[in-house]
C-alpha cells in the first residue's frame, strides 16, 4: 500500500512542475524541488509509525537547506480527514488529497491540536467585516454559540476557534478571514547537542553545520548561498552512494567525500574521481571557507 501511496505522490508532483528523486533507506522517501521550493517528503500507511529519531532528522535538514518536511500519510491511528493539517513530531502532515490542495497553493485552515480539529481567525479581518456589516458582538456570539467575551478574543488573535465556531464563521463571511496552514513552510532552525568534528569544522570555517541521519550524506552545511553534501569515512565508495550526486545536481549544491588515510588506496582503485575527496586530516587544516570553496569548484 506504501508503494501505490508514494507512486501516487510522485505523480502528484510531477504533474504540478517538480522535479523528484526518490530515496531508499532514508528518513525521508522523496525530494521534490521547485524553482526555490525543496520539500523533504515523507509517505507513511500510518503517520503514528515515524519515530521522533526520523522526523528530528527530516526537520535538521530541511533547517539546513531551507526545505519544507511534510508527512502524507493514509491515517494516524485512524483516517485523516481531508482538508484537515496533523502534526506528527513537529512535522506537517495531511492525506494524498490534502497535499494536492496544497501543490495548489489551496491551504487548509483546520489543524488537528490536542484540542480538536481548530482553526487560527484573523483578528483584525474578522472585527472589519463585522463591523461593515453592523453586527453586534452579541449577534456573532448567537450566531457561533459562544460567548461575547470569546468572539473579542477571536478579534484580539488571543484564541482559536473550534471546528463547529470555524464552520459557522465561514458560512457568516468566508474562509478569507482565517489563517492558512501554510504546509510548506520552511522548517525552523535546530541545533544539535552533540555535532560531529566534522560538523563542528564547517562551523569554525563560518558554516552553518547539520549532522544527518538516515539520509545519502553524513553532513550538510551551508554558507549564503553555497551547499555543500558531505560524505563521511568514505561510504560513498565502500557502498556505492547512488544518491549522493544526484541530490547534489537536484539541490544546486556541491559535494565532498572525507575518508581516512587508510581508505584512500581503496579510493583510488575504485576510481571514484567524480566528487572532490579530502582526507579527514587534510579537511581539518583548512583554513577558511574561501579555501575549500576554490577546492570544490575545482572540480565543475
Known amino acids: 500500500m506504501k508503494r501505490s501511496l508514494m507512486d501516487d505522490v510522485s505523480v502528484l508532483l510531477l504533474r504540478h512542475g517538480y ?9 525521508f522517501d522523496m525530494v521534490a524541488r521547485k524553482d526555490a521550493r525543496v ?91 463585522r ?37 459557522a464563521l465561514n458560512r457568516l463571511f468566508g474562509d478569507g478571514i482565517f489563517n492558512k496552514v501554510d504546509v510548506f513552510a520552511v522548517a525552523n532552525e535546530t541545533a544539535s547537542s552533540r555535532p560531529s568534528l566534522i560538523a563542528r569544522k564547517y562551523d569554525e570555517l563560518g558554516f552553518r553545520a547539520a549532522d544527518t541521519k538516515k539520509a545519502p550524506f553524513d553532513v550538510v552545511a551551508k554558507l549564503e548561498k553555497e551547499l555543500i553534501l558531505t560524505d563521511v569515512k568514505g561510504r560513498s565508495f565502500r557502498k556505492p552512494n547512488q544518491h549522493l550526486e544526484s541530490m547534489q545536481q537536484l539541490l544546486d549544491a556541491d559535494a565532498l567525500v572525507i575518508f581516512d588515510k587508510e ?5 583510488q582503485r575504485r576510481g571514484r574521481k567524480k566528487l572532490p575527496a579530502l582526507q579527514k586530516r587534510d579537511f581539518m587544516k583548512i583554513e577558511s571557507a574561501g579555501e575549500l570553496i576554490k577546492f570544490l569548484k575545482e572540480f565543475e
Not at 19 to 27: A, C, F, M, Q, R
Not at 119 to 126: D, F, H, P, Q, T
Not at 263 to 267: P, V
Open 19 to 27: 522535479t523528484v528523486k526518490t530515496l531508499t533507506g532514508s528518513s
Open 39 to 129: 520539500l523533504l517528503v515523507k509517505v507513511l500507511e500510518d503517520a503514528n509509525s515515524i519515530s521522533d529519531e526520523y522526523a528530528a532528522s527530516m526537520k535538521s535538514l530541511s533547517s539546513c537547506i531551507g526545505a519544507s518536511p511534510v508527512i502524507v500519510a493514509e491515517k494516524a491511528g485512524h483516517a485523516l480527514e481531508e482538508g484537515v493539517v496533523y502534526l506528527r513530531s513537529g512535522v506537517y502532515t495531511c492525506n494524498h488529497s490534502t497535499f494536492g490542495s496544497c501543490l495548489e497553493n489551496q491551504f487548509p485552515i483546520v489543524i488537528s491540536t490536542k484540542a480538536g480539529f481548530t482553526a487560527s481567525v484573523i483578528g483584525e479581518k474578522l472585527r472589519k467585516q
Open 131 to 167: 463591523e461593515e456589516r453592523g453586527y453586534s458582538l452579541g449577534i456573532i456570539a448567537r450566531k457561533v454559540g459562544v460567548s461575547k467575551r470569546m468572539i473579542a478574543k477571536y478579534e484580539s488573535n488571543k484564541a482559536d476557534i473550534s471546528l463547529r465556531g470555524a464552520i
Open 263 to 267: 581508505m584512500e588506496s581503496s579510493y
